[in-house]
């Protein structure tokens, strides 16, 4: 089982990005996929997850009409992407695989993780 992050970068405010988390592995293929950052000093925070269908579909408060998610199960890939990034986006870029993708994100509930891919944002 394997999750990988990748797409992270350096971009200045107002800038786009897009993140993608390729993963590999049973029982991923069936297993709802999260994004969540971490800020230097700070917890990791959820960001999005999506479903394994891709029918469901959770955006966090603070990012909510700037960022959205999507899943190409045929390339075993699901997307973050980043638009209007603010300072406050930068941080280490983490996916994360479970059962569910629930309104309720808790990082402890995420059973698989990949490495982290770092975005900064600068004002």
């Known amino acids: 089982v394997q999750l990988q992050a990748s797409g992270g970068g350096l971009v200045q405010a107002g800038g786009s990005l897009t993140l993608s988390c390729t993963y590999s592995?049973?029982?991923?293929?069936?297993?709802?996929i999260g994004w969540f950052r971490q800020a230097p000093g700070k917890e990791r925070e959820p960001i999005s997850c999506?479903?394994?269908?891709?029918?469901?579909?959770v955006v966090a408060d603070s990012v909510k009409g700037r960022f959205t998610i999507s899943r190409d199960n045929f390339k075993a890939t699901v997307y973050l992407h980043m638009n209007n990034l603010k300072p406050e986006d930068t941080g280490v870029y983490y996916c994360?695989?479970?059962?569910?993708?629930?309104?309720?994100?808790?990082?402890?509930?995420?059973?698989?993780w990949g490495q982290g891919t770092q975005v900064t944002v600068s004002s």
């Open positions: 592995g049973s029982p991923l293929d069936y297993y709802a």
């Open positions: 999506i479903s394994s269908s891709g029918g469901t579909k």
């Open positions: 994360a695989g479970d059962l569910f993708c629930q309104q309720n994100m808790r990082p402890d509930e995420y059973e698989y």
